[in-house]
C-alpha cells in the first residue's frame, strides 16, 4: 500500500500563490505517474495536472500558464506551484500515484481564493 499525505493549502487572495506538496510512503517499489486532482463544491472531481517519472507533463487549460507540477524522486514528493490564483481555483486538491497498475490517492487539502 501507498499512502499520499496533501499539505500547503490555505486561504490566499486572487492573485496569489501557493505551493501544494504531496508525499508517498508505505510500500514505494517505483511510482510513476504522479497528479493533481481538485473538486469543487458542487462540482466533479477534475484534472488539474501530471508529471510522469522521466519529468514529463501534462495541465489541464484552465491552469496552463499558471500551475507547475514537479517532483522530487528521492523523494517521493510531488508539488504543485500555482500562481496567479482565481476565485474558480477554489477546491479540495488531492494527489493521485499510479504504482504497478494501482492508483493510489491522498485525502485531499482545502484551497480557498478569496476575490
Known amino acids: 500500500q501507498v499512502q499520499l499525505v496533501e499539505s500547503g493549502g490555505g486561504l490566499v487572495q486572487a492573485g496569489g500563490s501557493l505551493r501544494l506538496s504531496c508525499a508517498a510512503s508505505g510500500s514505494i517499489i517505483s511510482l510513476n505517474h504522479m497528479s493533481w486532482y481538485r473538486q469543487a463544491p458542487g462540482k466533479q472531481r477534475e484534472f488539474v495536472a501530471i508529471?510522469?517519472?522521466?519529468?514529463?507533463?501534462n495541465y489541464a487549460d484552465s491552469v496552463k500558464g499558471r500551475f507547475t507540477i514537479s517532483r522530487d524522486n528521492a523523494r517521493n514528493t510531488v508539488y504543485l506551484q500555482m500562481n496567479s490564483l482565481k476565485p474558480e481555483d477554489t477546491a479540495v486538491y488531492y494527489c493521485a500515484a499510479s504504482q504497478l497498475g494501482m492508483n493510489y490517492w491522498g485525502k485531499g487539502t482545502l484551497v480557498t481564493i478569496s476575490s
Open positions: 508529471i510522469n517519472q522521466s519529468g514529463a507533463t
